[in-house]
């Protein structure tokens, strides 16, 4: 059933058809999301393995200056405390790029699917004539009366299949 919301401007009537899906539901349903998602989890472990190698680097010098810290003249003791503290920081820097690169890196790998997405909806939308179109995801539109809306959602997936 489509939908048809009516709209009264000076004595005229403007019937609106419009649709609605689940953007995010449509985005995973798509073949090419799951090698996105093994390409992020891939590079996120690739990531985590040098921060877990870098963490144990700091830990291990740590545990040097912990225990030779009587023992050290001055310049020494100052000195191990200057490489632990450049250390640990090079290591949250290298956390923070890391986060930003794996966050650019996913959204660079699904725009494309976001495009190819966004052009399956359009193209349906205007073959079956609607105005527009509703994402359901994110409770952005808590209700929709099914008999007053179309349904998008089958459609769209079938079509991402292809």
């Given at each position: 059933?489509?939908?048809?919301?009516?709209?009264?401007?000076?004595?005229?009537?403007?019937?609106?058809?419009?649709?609605?899906?689940?953007?995010?539901?449509?985005?995973?349903?798509?073949?090419?999301?799951?090698?996105?998602?093994?390409?992020?989890?891939?590079?996120?472990?690739?990531?985590?393995?040098?921060?877990?190698?870098?963490?144990?680097?700091?830990?291990?010098?740590?545990?040097?200056?912990?225990?030779?810290?009587?023992?050290?003249?001055?310049?020494?003791?100052?000195?191990?405390?200057?490489?632990?503290?450049?250390?640990?920081?090079?290591?949250?820097?290298?956390?923070?790029?890391?986060?930003?690169?794996?966050?650019?890196?996913?959204r660079e790998a699904l725009a494309p699917l976001k495009?190819?997405?966004?052009?399956?909806?359009?193209?349906?939308?205007?073959?079956?004539g609607l105005a527009l179109v509703v994402n359901t995801?994110?409770?952005?539109?808590?209700?929709?009366?099914?008999?007053?809306?179309?349904?998008?959602?089958?459609?769209?997936?079938?079509?991402?299949?292809k």
């Amino acid at each position: 059933m489509s939908a048809v919301l009516c709209l009264s401007a000076q004595d005229s009537v403007h019937v609106v058809r419009f649709g609605y899906l689940n953007y995010q539901q449509a985005l995973q349903s798509m073949p090419q999301y799951a090698l996105v998602k093994k390409k992020m989890a891939d590079l996120r472990n690739q990531y985590e393995a040098e921060m877990q190698r870098v963490t144990d680097e700091f830990n291990r010098k740590y545990e040097e200056f912990l225990e030779g810290q009587h023992e050290f003249p001055k310049t020494i003791l100052q000195k191990r405390q200057t490489e632990l503290q450049e250390l640990m920081t090079r290591n949250v820097t290298f956390k923070e790029e890391g986060r930003k690169q794996l966050a650019d890196a996913e959204r660079e790998a699904l725009a494309p699917l976001k495009i190819h997405l966004s052009e399956t909806v359009a193209r349906i939308a205007r073959e079956r004539g609607l105005a527009l179109v509703v994402n359901t995801a994110s409770d952005a539109c808590p209700y929709i009366n099914p008999e007053l809306g179309e349904d998008l959602n089958e459609l769209v997936t079938a079509s991402l299949a292809k």
